[in-house]
């Protein structure tokens, strides 16, 4: 693509600063004109003083060694007569500190490359094109931005192409990433440090738009956090080397600016500088996200599971900026496999992440190294080594959970052999045949798995849960196996060497790890969420006992949490389940909540009942790894489900969970099919149910199954117990 087009860049050193190129050219008024650009950075492009597109960040986030996305754009609306189409590219992700380890792609040029095709002619990047610095003097992802608007009127000179590759260039596959959301300040106030901190009242990803009257050389200096520590001062400690920080030097009069090629997590901003006093009305706090069509709806009568909701939303939102990363603010936001593949069913109820996903897996498969292993980061940014087990089996849980969201065969065909590779990988990775076992490194703290990741029942000073990280290897190994079975029948393929092969890992499980003998509550859900027990009752019975011994608590980490409720509600002990789900005190999902949260925090106990933090190594507040606990609610305690047989919802099937301790809740998926609805109503004579399927479905009550054809359908069942 973008045939005949030149790669080209400045003749200077752009060092952190921002570039524009500019191109002069005549045209036809109305003729019919298209744009397609992609950079080594990130870019906005303006055509005539008109913004083309809306994408923020183009052209997004991608291995960019193998695949580099270009945007086509219609512009025959903004060509005139006289035309200037300038094209500022910043570091972007491409360039910027994240990606240091990636020398060559680091330390690569500012350059750009586009083509418009216009009716009667095509104008390409070449050594017509003149280049010059922006006022946008530096730019970061981590570190955030700086414009200096008293700079004088970019001074362009001369353009240099460079060698770089074409053949990465791919069309758009990804949604765009839009501005969402405007949060106006919800207070603005003094610390008792003395600090002048404005609050959005609700953590998200994006930046602050500010709205001022100044002189030539005011500066402006903001600083953002996520949390304010037990003296109400503001506290960013836990961003670590990310500096992310807005800084504008301003001209004179009146004047509109937020950055134009990074990035923030924040909910508070904390005004470092500022000329004169900062009011509510001079800031705006503007959301970034992927813009995905909102799909999932959940409505409680408990207002702190609303929340608890609301917030599963956010951490979404914040952590769909183009790739799923880990999280929005400290010096990581990198796409971690584990997290993505512990949220993706929960993101593909709330959104349609359909799309967002294909593009992303087609960075999973474009880093999957020859002996099939994944890496825990997609983008590699860091070059990270390591497959960890729950981490690169995202390879198998992605495709499958999009599959059976949105019922595109597509989705397995193009993945199929990336699965089948990750599995082959376990198989040949191991020190024990049928198990995934080894090596013993314990006693390091990077093991090569990272386990049952900040589990509760972890020893002191340690991020890894109590369960072996050979059970839980072994468990998922034996589910990726599973789920590849699946996906190869799906697609009629002769599966029975794979099947063979999950009855022997499965044999081999059983026999290894006795569900009479696991220790841990994550031991026991993998086992009876993977079928990994020929005694469920017993391992269920077990599970329930370990949690009503700790007083109704879960001590789970990023592999058991997601699973702990199905784990409960599907074996008999749903009411344990909604005491979890319902608990107030640490460590639960309600207790963030009682504490403030607006977002999913990475840790149970990222701020203390004291109010005390966590270490500040890893203590995000906007990680939606414990967020999965929504896809429950829509699947369990709505009930609304795929069903395997005829996936992407062309039959459904509804069984909802109620329980007496709320009033009521509704779930609402809108499929490709159709919304189906499903709401369930405590009343004193008993449970009622409103069910509505745009589609066959096998609505399950009390235990009882009823097969309907598409209609609104009202059930009643004896009180909910528990
Ligand atoms: C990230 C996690 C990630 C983990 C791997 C952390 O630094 O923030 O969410 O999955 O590393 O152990």
Redesign the pocket.
Known sequence: MLEKALWISPRGDAGDGAVCFRRRFQGAPGEKATLTVSCLGVYDAYLNGRRVGDFILAPGCTEYEKRLQAQTYDVSDMIQAENELIVTVGKGWHRSRMIAKREGLYHAPCALIARLDMDGQMIVTDEAWEAGPSNVIFSDIWDGETCDATLPETVYGSVRTVDWPRDILISQEGPFVKEQERLSPRSVFVTPRGETVIDFGQEITGYVEIMLSAKKGDRVVLSCGEMLDRDGNFYNENYRKALSRMTYVCRDGKQTWKPRFTFYGFRYIRVDEWPGEASPDCFQAVALYSDMERTGFLRTANEKLNRLIENTLWSQRGNFVDIPT??PQRD?R?G?T??AQVFCKAACYHYNAKQFFEKWMGDLRADQRADGSIP?TVPNFWLIQRS?AA?GDVMTVLPWRVYLMYGDKKILEQNFEAMKGWVDYITGDTLEKNLWIGPDDSSIMWQKH?GD?LALDAAEGS?HGATPNDLIASAFYAHSANLLVKAGKALGRDMAEYEALHERIRAAFLQRYPAAAMTTQTALVLALVFDLTDDKPGAAARLNRMIRENGNRLKTG?VGTPHLLYALSENGYADTAYDLLLQEAYPSWLYEVNHGATTIW?HWDGMKEDGSFWSTD?N?FN?Y?YGAVADWLYSAAGGIRPDEEAPGFARAVIAPIPSPRIQSLEAEYKSVHGTIRSKWTNTRDGVRYEIATPVPAEIIIDGKRHSVTPGSYIFYSEAAKG
Do not use: L, Q
């Open positions: 880990d999280c990581e990198m971690w584990g997290d825990d960890s981490w990272y990741w991020y990023f990475e890893m995000s990680h790894a």
